[in-house]
């Protein structure tokens, strides 16, 4: 996680609280551009551009929030927690798929205007919405579950702190997409499995306590499986939980080929 | 093992539901360990390329008086003797594989119709297997000293006629 908020963009603008002075927040003004798309009115995609004066601390998804409630009422996006836990609303701004509720204003280049997109690769319902059906089909195959049908204890389940740390990282995932979504190869036909899929099947092929590891190494031993990943890093870079992604499917790639040799 | 795997359903490409490019029935490949191997395969193939192919460069530019050697004689010589043989022919054979899947791979991440990858897939398998059959051929009949040729220009284990 320290190395993830090392490679976050330093800010284009100083904040008083940071240069030590107090007062009240400043303010700047900004614009935003917004892919629109609504099936129901025409089936062109056009884009709007909004100009709205924000203040220092807010986030992308204020500004989207400003714009929806002020503006234009029509503009449509997810949004559920708005404190990047949900994984609601991932979506391309500035061409770097991110959660709108985590990238704040002030970390983006406010001289130029700053666009939002709906993620790629997915449907566009409406706006910023997609239709994640197929990123969860990936999901559900890879059987994101406990499966352990030995005698059931009394009590937990034991598993050491060394067992534990084995899958931590893969255990942060929050479904939102931004990684499954920056894959160039999911992009193609939206038949691979994505690094979402796999991260989740990692959390539980390294879990000491899961007995089904060997059946998801099967599941992602496929044509559409782990061997489709590139080793671009885009979904390492898109991550907004900071999982390195990529090495867990290089894991994955060799606990398959270790059970296979 | 308690849960069973998935059944597989065979959905026919052509019957795919899909919606701006984006397929929404899975699960229709095999599963077998093929892509395994073709992944395996393209690095261990890629480090014994780096020695053969350095160790072709080395012999044919480097020796000697390098690269103004080479003429009919030079390469007849090195395809009279069984060791160049192998080793020409493990270059390409695994140079040939190497490429054919890395562009397998390539139409597989880019071509979006199913139709354009088949055609694609089909000249590439074809073009490859042309080419490692012309050269294996090539290979183990080539005539280093062939009759009536200059003798200037033939390989020194050449009779003179």
Known sequence: MADFEAREPE????????????????????TVQVRRYDPELSAEVHWDEFQLTMYGTDRVLDALHKIKWEI???????????HGICGSDAMRINGRNRLACKTLLKDLDLAKPITVEPIKGLPCEKDLIVDMEPFFQAYREVMPFLVNDTHEPERERYQSQEDRARFDDTTKCILCAACTSSCPVFWTDGQYFGPAAIVNAHRFIFDSRDDAGDMRLEILNDKEGVWRCRTTFNCTEACPRGIEITKAIAEVKQAILVRSL | MATPLKTKISVPRSRDHSISGVKYNRSSSKRNNFEMAAWLYMRISGVLLVVLIFGHLFVNLMMGEGVHRID????????????????????????????????????????????VRFILKVALFLASAFVI????????????????ADPELLASFCAAP
């Not at chain 2, 010589?77 to 562009?103: C, E, S």
Request: charged letters at 15%; glycine letters at 14%; proline letters at 4%.
């Open chain 1, 11 to 30: 800010s284009k603008v100083q904040l008083a609280s940071e240069t030590g002075g107090a007062g009240a927040t400043p303010t700047f003004d900004i």
């Open chain 1, 72 to 82: 234009d009422g029509s503009l449509s996006f997810r949004r559920s927690c708005a």
């Open chain 2, 72 to 115: 009919f004689g030079f390469v007849g010589g090195k395809l009279a003797n069984p060791f160049w043989q192998v080793w020409d022919l493990l270059l390409l054979w695994l140079a040939m594989l190497h490429g054919t899947n890395g562009m397998r791979v390539i139409i597989d991440d880019y071509a979006e119709k199913d139709g």
């Open chain 2, 133 to 148: 059959l012309l050269g294996t051929l090539v290979i183990f009949t080539f005539d280093p000293c062939p009759a009536g």
